[in-house]
């Protein structure tokens, strides 16, 4: 999932001392930089926005209010960049007027962006900024000029106590709009990773389906062609190819099984994950005790993902953990299905290991999910994941 930003506190560089050091230098360029750009942003925005709006009458008044309001966004931008690269404050990103390659509602045509240039609340929002800036950048220059020649021993604290005025101002200003927009951004990121994923699912079943099951019938189809040509002159040859393409017939209904019980296994979909999960458990190659404690059965979206998680977890007990004992248990705690996969093997376990954890970490996230993942060196491994509780039926 995305990060959302952090804590006003947690955007602050290291106290301020006596004496200088490099957070004191870039807050003291952030000070003096704000007179020119409070300036040339005023001048821009300010008089293209009054202009606007005095000639929203005319033809050209509201597309040169939409245009300054478009420049507004652009200096936005920028302020937030400034205020990450001087100031260490870490803060998002609104989302994209306009999104590439997607066509929202009401945005087709000059008039539909028009109108949805006009009522950008980020835009105003920033320009608002600018108005303000301006004489907070004359107050900022000026104190932190004049400190540089008469109050050089206090002068970091002093600078410290403009900058954090400033961090509010871009924070309340410049950050999105509210938990909104953040939540936008993650959905955008979530939609990548599920579509990335449903086309890696549908890469790995293709190739098993070639590879695997439709090698087996082809070469079942030559094989029973040759005994059918075999079966008068030479009917023991005949049998003997028969028999070989029953036997393959049997492996590639097993591998049709197979592939089948990778994408929904028919166990889960009949009897639940208890039934299921106990299934995994038995091909694990360490003992694996289960514990499911559900009273009713999650949706079938939840379901499958939870049913994947734990597989992919007891695959890497088997082969990383040297493990001698697993368990897994299930529960509900109010609106969120927790699983927890824990083992006695030697630890060291992470998420970047190359033992797909990864992208197990990304799946779950793109359904709101978390991974957390306990595996100190020397073990044991303890992995949470939670899921959201649907009710069965509405997903």
């Known amino acids: 999932m995305t ?35 409070s300036v040339v942003a005023f001048v821009l925005i300010v008089f293209a926005i009054t202009t606007g709006v005095g000639l929203s009458v005319t033809v050209i008044g509201l597309p ?41 509602p009401g945005t087709d045509g000059f008039f539909g962006r028009l109108w949805t240039g006009l009522k950008d609340t980020v835009a105003w929002r920033t320009a608002l900024y600018a ?4 004489p907070w950048g004359v107050l900022t220059f000026a104190v932190t000029l004049v400190g540089l020649i008469v109050l050089w021993p206090v002068l970091p604290f002093v600078v410290r106590g403009l900058t954090n005025v400033d961090r509010a101002m871009v924070r309340g200003l410049l950050s999105p709009s509210d938990g909104l927009e953040r939540r936008i951004a993650e959905l955008e990121s979530d939609r990548g990773v599920v579509v990335d994923t449903a086309a890696a699912d549908l890469r790995r079943i293709e190739r098993d389906l070639h590879d695997g099951a439709q090698a087996r019938l082809v070469a079942l189809a030559m094989g029973l062609g040759l005994a059918k040509e075999k079966l008068l002159e030479d009917p023991d040859a005949a049998a003997v190819m028969v028999d070989e393409a029953h036997g393959e017939v049997k492996l590639a209904l097993q591998e049709l099984r197979d592939l089948a019980r990778g994408i929904h296994p028919a166990v889960l979909t009949d009897r639940g994950l208890d039934a299921a999960l106990s299934s995994v458990a038995s091909r694990c190659t360490v003992p694996v005790k289960v514990t499911v404690d559900l009273a009713d059965r999650p949706a079938q979206a939840i379901e499958g993902i939870a049913y994947f998680t734990v597989s992919e977890l007891l695959q890497n007990v088997s082969k990383h953990s040297g493990a001698r004992m697993a368990s897994v248990d299930l529960w ?20 970047d290991g190359g033992t797909g ?35 069965r039926g509405t997903a």
């Open 64 to 104: 040169w209010l939409a245009l300054g309001l478009a420049g507004a966004r652009l200096y936005g931008k920028g302020e937030r960049a400034r205020a990450r690269g001087l100031l260490g404050l870490r803060i998002d990103e609104p989302s994209p007027l306009f999104r590439k390659g997607r066509r929202e």
């Open 3 to 37: 990060a959302s930003a952090s804590p006003a506190s947690s955007d602050l560089p290291p106290p301020a001392r006596f004496a200088y050091n490099r957070h004191t230098w870039k807050e003291i360029s952030y000070l003096l930089a704000n007179l020119p750009v």
């Open 131 to 134: 108005f303000i800036r301006l």
């Open 357 to 391: 954890m990864a992208g197990l970490a990304e799946r779950l996230g793109a359904v709101d999910g978390l991974l957390v993942l306990d595996s100190p060196e020397g073990g044991p491994t303890t992995i949470t994941a939670e899921l959201p509780w649907w009710e």
């Open 332 to 351: 509900r705690a109010e609106d969120r299905l927790l699983i927890q996969v824990g083992d006695d093997g030697h630890g060291g376990a992470r998420l």
